[in-house]
């Protein structure tokens, strides 16, 4: 089966009232592993790349890899889509290249730092529709800026933006209506990588888990019940992992991450697509560690890069059944991007 257009994955989901994992990918192996998860518990899946992986992976091995995924499962409905585009120019290089779905991240400026304003959003996503929707391509959006509620954390904002930079469900309203986005990624207080808050307890010193913004989620869906929203900075940086990581050696302090009662609310209010990157990055780390330690005389890189496979695999085994995905692969009858270019005209 070839790629299909997100836009089916997220409105199949919608009706089954599930979500969609959104796994982040580098290499062969973690290609395989979401395969080889989304084969077992019968998943649809998107798969995305952002613009570090297309870099490291140089655009043609991504696409190449790709088409052998879709060949080893043809049942298996699956989205390449482009993670944090952060201009029209790399849309539609990844357009070029065949992503199914691209992500415009007007959010920041250029740089993928700097917060843009409200109207440079608007204006960048509207272009990047313009070029996506006649091609049948899926784009998504971003409005407000990750990172901490207290403490901006994670957000790269000074002190005075901190209070500002939450997803407003008024402006997600008129967002969505300007610029006919298909999925809108949302600010409640998540952020990327493994620290996700700033917070600590005053007494221990210890770090305390990121506070959510649930009710934005729960007011865009009140305000727009058929919009799909996703959540990214969603890992939840299981302990058991990071423990994995300390023991052969690591060095990673306390952390928090989003926990998958917190994912299942948003999904029963709207949420559809769930980032998740930073868990497999520590399942693989973890595994290899181990190899590493235990077995210092190994020098196969089959040797470590196998475990590491296989711990990714529980990992997207785990968040396909969390995120309720898990048994509808056969649900639809996957369609193309001719055909759904025809519903946006
Ligand atoms: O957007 C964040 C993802 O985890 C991708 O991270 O830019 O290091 O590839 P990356
Ligand atoms: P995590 O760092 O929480 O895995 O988030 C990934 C993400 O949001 C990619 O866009
Ligand atoms: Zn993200």
Redesign the pocket.
């Known amino acids: 089966m070839p790629l299909v257009p997100m836009r089916q994955i997220l409105d199949e989901a919608a009706k089954g009232g599930y979500g969609v994992g959104?796994f982040?990918v580098n290499n062969m192996e973690q290609i395989q592993a979401i395969m080889q998860a989304a084969n077992d518990t019968n998943s649809p899946v998107i798969i995305?790349a952002?613009r570090g992986a297309l870099k490291y992976s140089k655009l043609i091995y991504l696409k190449k890899l790709m088409e052998a995924a879709t060949e080893e499962f043809p049942q298996i409905p699956v989205s390449m889509h482009l993670?944090?585009g952060n201009s029209v120019e790399t849309c539609q290089m990844a357009i070029d290249l065949g992503f199914t779905s691209v992500m415009i991240d007007g959010s920041l400026a250029e740089d993928g730092k700097t917060p843009n304003s409200y109207e440079q959003n608007v204006e960048i996503t509207q272009k990047v529709v313009a070029l996506a929707h006649p091609l049948g391509v899926t784009v998504e959006a971003e409005l407000g800026c990750l990172g901490g509620i207290e403490d901006g954390h994670g957000a790269g904002l000074s002190a005075e933006e901190v209070n500002d930079h939450l997803t407003n469900p008024v402006q997600a309203e008129e967002f969505v209506k300007l610029t006919n986005v298909d999925a809108l990624a949302v600010a409640i207080g998540?952020s990327?990588?493994?620290y996700?808050s700033g917070r600590k307890d005053p007494k221990t010193g210890e770090v305390l888990p990121p506070v959510l913004a649930m009710d934005r989620i729960h007011e865009i869906h009140k305000r727009m019940p058929n919009c799909h929203m996703v959540m990214?900075?969603?890992?939840s940086v299981p302990k058991e992992l990071v423990d994995i990581i300390n023991q052969f050696g690591g060095k990673m302090p306390g952390t928090f991450?989003?926990s998958l009662e917190q994912i299942q609310d948003g999904i029963k209010h709207g949420v559809r697509k769930i980032?998740?990157?930073?868990?497999s990055r520590l399942a693989i780390t973890g595994a290899i560690r181990k190899v590493f330690f235990e077995q210092p005389n190994k020098f196969d890189p089959r040797d470590y890069l196998k475990p590491a496979r296989d711990a990714a695999y529980l990992v997207y085994v785990e968040r396909m059944k969390a995120f309720g995905q898990a048994g509808h692969a056969g649900d639809y009858q996957p369609t193309t991007l001719d055909a759904i270019k025809k519903l946006y005209a």
């Open positions: 959104a982040n995305q952002s993670d944090h998540t990327h990588g493994a996700k990214h900075g969603s890992s991450g989003i980032n998740v990157d930073t868990d």
